[in-house]
């Protein structure tokens, strides 16, 4: 049996707690999993959480969490891991969700018996048995009291990096203390979901992470340091030393691979893990997704799944309302860009299913695909001047831009600037809306990345600004005419890929995030050492071209159409 290094990565996410050992060579040996609804006992959850629908609360027990810990490590053990063999464990963790632990959690931490459970030991070891989740609505008075709070939201985003949003952990906090001001008075310390995995595995409350921190509407980005002003705003005080007490303020480490100390004793007696085995920051489940291979600055990732995510490394620092920036989990100076939107695969499928019924195919993409892919560019019959079908297709209420649910259909001129309103006799239903669903996805991605992407280097130096390689992953990756109208929308001179990890990538990039930590030379950055033994061949596939003369082009003023459809929409919602 191999003796060789194992790295252990976790995701806890909403429904689930994933688990994944990877070799120092990234080859990944052991993969488990834990269904929250499946297999917890005890918790009345519906996919991984519980509601209190009069007031919009999606909240999940976190002893249900620590069940799942228990059980995760009990699969790797049936699996026959061997956890000796452990050097390093770091871990993923939905973002925004906040723990608020009790006065008696550095105690129980401390005191693990290795015979019982952690779900019984750490029973007192909260102030609060549920943590809020990212789906919770319940702060839209606390969003408002956020955004004015520096001036605008701009301002807000400015600083932290986005506008206030419910799920946001500052606009939580100050929720949870003026609900239960008792329990918020009985709080020692609050962690974030990813902070508190940390923990448990640590035996002491872990810091936070500096990529994660910046999911709270409270961290100050550029000067890396808590805002007071906020701070005091979340705390009901001008006096913040409390509330920093409670973030464990002091201490947010830069460096993303900081060892935080050995592993508790609890994991060495109950499973065999050394008690040199180290552990490391866990960080946010988007940010860990970009760890999941070594992504350069310039490469964009676009998750389609049932909504859309785009992610960005890139060095570049320009927040606004819309969109958000982060800390990059691994390297000072980069930062990571994204985009999250309600609207995606679901939106797809709606026009797909609407689609008549084609005798060519049984693949329910089939015909969307067909449609979509043979369809002009943007209903471009002629020339570039001629008319553009440009759409927004929302059956779920929209956050970018935001707006309420609706699909809005027009035809917009280039050569004048002018819109209107398409109807029968211009747009062809639901036929045309095969590929305007798609291109509209990809030049809302384009309009709100246009001022983050650089021109190409070496040969193609002479392209016009577009990412380097736009990385497809979830199911909307599968759909052929959709990874061609990405590229032909968003560029990519060396291509359209597909990142096929699994459905692991967040609990794959925690793994490697801690193989960088405990095996990188000094100063080695994380996509040196993950890039210099990554087997692209083995999980990249190039589905189609990027960048295209004249069709990049053609979608330049699209975008320019798109912003004022939405300027529109948003003017008609505000009357
Ligand atoms: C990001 C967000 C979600 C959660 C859960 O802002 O709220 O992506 O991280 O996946």
């Known amino acids: 049996m191999s003796d060789s290094p194992l790295y252990l990565g976790f995701d806890l996410s909403t429904q689930q707690l994933k688990g994944i050992a990877v070799t120092s060579s990234l080859k990944a040996e052991y993969e488990v999993k834990i269904d929250f609804d499946a297999d917890c006992k005890g918790f009345n959850i519906n996919k991984g959480v519980l509601l209190n629908e009069p007031e919009g609360e999606v909240f999940a027990p976190v002893a249900m969490w620590l069940q799942a810990i228990d059980g995760v490590l009990q699969r790797f053990k049936d699996e026959g891991m061997d ?29 693990l018996n290795p015979s019982s459970s952690l779900e019984n030991q750490l029973a007192d070891a909260f102030a609060h048995p549920y943590s809020p989740n990212w789906q919770d609505a319940s702060t839209q008075e606390q969003c408002d009291a956020f955004d004015v709070h520096l001036g605008d939201a701009t301002q807000l985003a400015l600083l932290t990096g986005s506008k206030a949003h419910h799920r946001f952990t500052g606009p939580q906090i100050l929720r949870f203390r003026t609900k239960y001001p008792a329990k918020y008075q009985a709080t020692s310390r609050i962690s974030l979901v990813s902070s508190f995995l940390a923990s448990i595995f640590l035996g002491k409350i872990a ?85 999941a291979l070594p992504l350069r600055p310039n490469d964009a990732i676009v998750s389609l799944g049932t909504s859309t995510t785009f992610l960005m490394s890139t ?29 995606g695969g679901l939106a797809r499928e ?29 209903g471009q019959p002629s020339g570039l001047s001629s008319p553009m079908k440009i759409g927004l297709f929302f059956p779920r209420p929209e956050i970018v831009p935001n707006v309420h649910a609706g699909t809005w259909r027009f035809i917009y001129k280039p050569n004048l600037r002018s819109l209107m309103a398409a109807d029968e006799t211009t747009w062809n239903s639901p036929e045309d809306d095969a590929r305007a669903i798609v291109e509209s996805q990809f030049l809302s991605l384009r309009l709100r990345s246009r001022d983050l992407v650089e021109p190409p280097t070496g040969p193609n130096a002479h392209l016009p600004p577009q990412p380097r390689r736009i990385y497809l992953v979830g199911g909307g990756s599968r759909n052929a005419a959709i990874a061609k109208i990405a590229g032909q929308v968003l560029g990519g001179w060396e291509g359209v890929y597909r990142l096929d990890v699994g459905e692991n990538a967040c609990a794959l990039g925690a793994a490697y995030k801690a193989v960088w930590s405990v095996e990188r030379k000094e ?37 320019e159409g798109l912003e004022l459809i939405e300027k529109e929409v948003l003017k008609a919602e505000k009357k």
């Open 83 to 111: 956890f000796g063999r452990v050097r390093g464990i770091s871990g993923a963790g939905m973002q925004h969700g906040s723990v608020y632990w009790s006065t008696k959690a550095d105690r129980a931490l401390d005191s």
């Open 207 to 291: 810091p936070f992470d500096i990529s994660d921190v910046c999911g709270m509407n409270l961290w100050d980005i550029k000067s890396g340091a808590w805002n007071e002003r906020l701070l005091s705003l979340a705390a009901g005080s001008t006096d913040t030393s409390d509330i920093k007490h409670k973030l464990g303020a002091a201490d947010v480490p830069e460096d993303g691979g900081e060892y935080l100390g050995n592993i508790s004793p609890y994991f060495v007696q109950r499973y065999g893990f050394s008690p040199a085995a180290a552990i490391f920051p866990s960080t946010g489940d988007n940010p860990s997704t970009i760890l």
């Open 315 to 343: 060095p570049y620092y320009k927040p606004n309302p819309a969109v958000h920036f982060m800390n990059h989990p691994t390297t000072p100076g980069l930062y990571m860009f994204m985009l999250c939107y309600k609207n």
């Open 350 to 378: 709606h026009i797909r299913d609407s689609l008549p019924p084609s005798a060519n195919t049984t693949n329910p993409w089939g015909q969307f695909d067909q449609i979509a892919s043979t369809s002009a560019p943007l």
């Open 523 to 559: 100063k080695q950055s994380f996509e040196e050492l993950i890039g210099g033994r990554w087997r692209e061949e083995e999980f990249v596939e190039k589905i189609a071209d990027g960048y295209q003369e004249g069709i990049f082009e053609k979608y330049g003023p699209a975008v």
